[in-house]
């Protein structure tokens, strides 16, 4: 805890002296002189503390939030209710305290936690292993890359244009340091191209990356997708969100041979957009090869239940050479989340949360299909999220909008992503939306399309309320044409 107490004036002198400058200054003389401050810090005298929670309350009051607005923003974070025994469980302060339980001195009941946790994501993907978490979802698309190298010895990505975009980057990113060249493969009729994919995948192609419901929302076929890289040798990289794993086939059923994906929908809330987790799964044979760490049952000598830390594969605890990870925080605070919210929902209601998405999403997308002004970007199956194209209004004009209470629209402007849908933008659905927050919804987009008509837009409410069926269908970028 050294780093934490002030250096004293002879310390610093000390320290100055063993690395042979006359002053701190002296350290930062390639500082150029132009923006240097030159003057001490115009901080303010210090407030007491109930000024102090004056002062934030006040600018917090300047927030929308999610709670105060009925917002439908998606695009890998959702608003879902985080239900009360995961803050009772996680602020125990066992679990709280620790930094980060890699050390295998770590108590048994942080690796029963790692191990439940482990348990939960495999049996949801359908695949036999999992590690015990990440960072956060780009990141494991990242290591599933290196894994897949380093299993076929081959140096080809192929990603769908359907991924997140931040799993793109980051894999576009990391292919730079790993001497990978990425093809990315492009969207028809919101689905991966199938054609373009057969295509891309050659003998070179380590992976495939994939992603179910896509970035659009659309229900990808990736069985047949993934049965074109698996003829070539290459694997199957999934990248999934957990809370339609209820209703969708898990991927391991579906020939995959990783899934990852962001764990964030899993008991943790937006919070500024983190912190959250990563889960990280795959098929057996893959099990040394997986990036951070894995725990395991076992049983002591007396034949009591026990757990320990099996794999280990980052460079602090193997040789070097035989590392496929630098990870050292596994997000297990966020990980302990998420497990308790799988539990709470159980089976049956993990199911139930996943057919709620699907009715409502289906009720919402029919909704503003049927509104003068809006179109849907494509036709295909979704399950929480969806793709509407604006032909009245720009999508910023549409967001920058009020209504009477201050409310604005909250829904996520696919051009930011992807200049082809400058007109796009998604809504993504959780059990926080109900009917009359998508009615809600619709008025605003009325509103909208009525001002971008130059039309007067007086109603405040929605042109009628319909009632949604109980059951409705649920640095080096190619381009690869």
């Given at each position: 805890?050294?780093?934490?107490?002030?250096?004293?004036?002879?310390?610093?002198?000390?320290?100055?002296?063993?690395?042979?400058?006359?002053?701190?200054?002296?350290?930062?003389?390639?500082?150029?002189?132009?923006?240097?401050?030159?003057?001490?810090?115009?901080?303010?005298?210090?407030?007491?503390?109930?000024?102090?929670?004056?002062?934030?309350?006040?600018?917090?009051?300047?927030?929308?939030?999610?709670?105060?607005?009925?917002?439908?923003?998606?695009?890998?974070?959702?608003?879902?209710?985080?239900?009360a025994?995961?803050?009772?469980?996680?602020?125990?302060?066992?679990?709280?305290?620790?930094?980060?339980?890699?050390?295998?001195?770590?108590?048994?009941?942080?690796?029963?936690?790692?191990?439940?946790?482990?348990?939960?994501?495999?049996?949801?993907?359908?695949?036999?292993?999992?590690?015990?978490?990440?960072?956060?979802?780009?990141?494991?698309?990242?290591?599933?890359?290196?894994?897949?190298?380093?299993?076929?010895?081959?140096?080809?990505?192929?990603?769908?244009r359907?991924?997140?975009?931040?799993?793109?980057?980051?894999?576009?990113?990391?292919?730079?340091?790993?001497?990978?060249?990425?093809?990315?493969?492009?969207?028809?009729?919101?689905?991966?191209?199938?054609?373009?994919?057969?295509?891309?995948?050659?003998?070179?192609?380590?992976?495939?990356?994939?992603?179910?419901?896509?970035?659009?929302?659309?229900?990808e076929?990736?069985?047949?997708l993934?049965?074109?890289?698996?003829?070539?040798g290459?694997?199957?990289?999934?990248?999934?969100?957990?809370?339609?794993?209820?209703?969708?086939?898990?991927?391991?059923?579906?020939?995959?041979?990783?899934?990852?994906?962001?764990?964030?929908?899993?008991?943790?809330?937006?919070?500024?957009?983190?912190?959250?987790?990563?889960?990280?799964?795959?098929?057996?044979?893959?099990?040394?090869?997986?990036p951070?760490?894995?725990?395991?049952?076992?049983?002591?000598v007396?034949?009591?239940?026990?757990?320990?830390?099996?794999?280990?594969?980052?460079?602090?605890?193997?040789?070097?050479?035989?590392a496929?990870?630098?990870?050292?925080?596994?997000?297990?605070?966020?990980?302990?989340?998420?497990?308790?919210?799988?539990?709470?929902?159980?089976?049956?209601?993990?199911?139930?949360?996943?057919?709620?998405?699907?009715?409502?999403?289906?009720?919402?997308?029919?909704?503003i299909?049927?509104?003068?002004?809006?179109?849907?970007?494509?036709?295909?199956?979704?399950?929480?999220?969806?793709?509407?194209?604006?032909?009245?209004?720009?999508?910023?004009?549409?967001?920058?909008?009020?209504?009477?209470?201050?409310?604005?629209?909250?829904?996520?402007?696919?051009?930011?992503?992807?200049?082809?849908?400058?007109?796009?933008?998604?809504?993504?659905?959780?059990?926080?939306?109900?009917?009359?927050?998508?009615?809600?919804?619709?008025?605003?987009?009325?509103?909208?399309?009525?001002?971008?008509?130059?039309?007067?837009?007086?109603?405040?409410?929605?042109?009628?309320?319909?009632?949604?069926?109980?059951?409705?269908?649920?640095?080096?970028?190619?381009?690869?044409?």
């Amino acid at each position: 805890m050294a780093g934490y107490t002030p250096a004293t004036g002879p310390d610093r002198e000390a320290m100055l002296d063993a690395i042979g400058v006359d002053s701190i200054d002296q350290l930062f003389e390639q500082v150029p002189e132009e923006v240097r401050l030159n003057r001490p810090l115009a901080l303010e005298d210090g407030l007491s503390e109930s000024e102090v929670y004056s002062r934030m309350a006040e600018l917090a009051s300047k927030n929308r939030n999610p709670e105060g607005d009925p917002g439908f923003l998606g695009a890998g974070m959702y608003d879902h209710y985080v239900p009360a025994i995961v803050d009772a469980i996680t602020s125990r302060s066992e679990f709280l305290t620790p930094y980060t339980p890699y050390q295998p001195e770590v108590s048994q009941g942080g690796l029963q936690v790692m191990f439940e946790f482990q348990t939960a994501m495999s049996e949801i993907t359908g695949l036999p292993v999992s590690n015990a978490g990440l960072y956060e979802g780009p990141s494991a698309a990242a290591s599933a890359a290196y894994l897949a190298m380093a299993v076929t010895g081959r140096n080809g990505l192929v990603a769908s244009r359907g991924i997140h975009p931040h799993s793109r980057e980051t894999l576009a990113t990391h292919a730079v340091g790993f001497g990978a060249e990425l093809s990315e493969v492009g969207l028809e009729d919101g689905l991966t191209d199938a054609a373009a994919l057969e295509a891309a995948i050659g003998e070179d192609t380590a992976a495939v990356f994939l992603q179910n419901p896509n970035f659009l929302g659309s229900v990808e076929d990736i069985a047949r997708l993934g049965e074109f890289a698996s003829a070539r040798g290459a694997l199957v990289v999934v990248a999934v969100d957990p809370m339609t794993l209820g209703v969708l086939r898990p991927p391991g059923e579906c020939g995959a041979d990783i899934a990852f994906g962001e764990g964030q929908p899993l008991g943790n809330r937006l919070d500024f957009g983190g912190p959250s987790f990563g889960f990280f799964c795959a098929r057996e044979e893959y099990l040394r090869k997986m990036p951070g760490r894995i725990a395991g049952q076992t049983e002591d000598v007396d034949g009591r239940r026990g757990f320990v830390l099996a794999l280990q594969t980052r460079e602090q605890h193997i040789r070097r050479e035989k590392a496929t990870s630098n990870i050292c925080t596994s997000q297990a605070l966020n990980a302990l989340a998420g497990v308790i919210h799988l539990s709470w929902l159980g089976k049956a209601g993990f199911v139930e949360i996943g057919e709620m998405l699907a009715r409502r999403t289906a009720f919402a997308r029919r909704r503003i299909a049927a509104i003068d002004g809006f179109e849907l970007l494509h036709d295909a199956p979704v399950v929480r999220e969806f793709a509407v194209r604006s032909t009245s209004v720009p999508v910023e004009a549409l967001r920058s909008g009020a209504d009477a209470t201050g409310s604005r629209l909250q829904v996520y402007p696919l051009g930011r992503d992807y200049p082809e849908f400058e007109d796009g933008f998604l809504v993504a659905l959780t059990e926080q939306r109900d009917v009359k927050d998508i009615e809600w919804l619709c008025a605003a987009l009325e509103r909208s399309a009525a001002a971008g008509a130059s039309e007067p837009a007086t109603s405040s409410g929605a042109a009628g309320t319909q009632t949604p069926p109980a059951d409705t269908a649920a640095p080096k970028l190619r381009l690869a044409s």
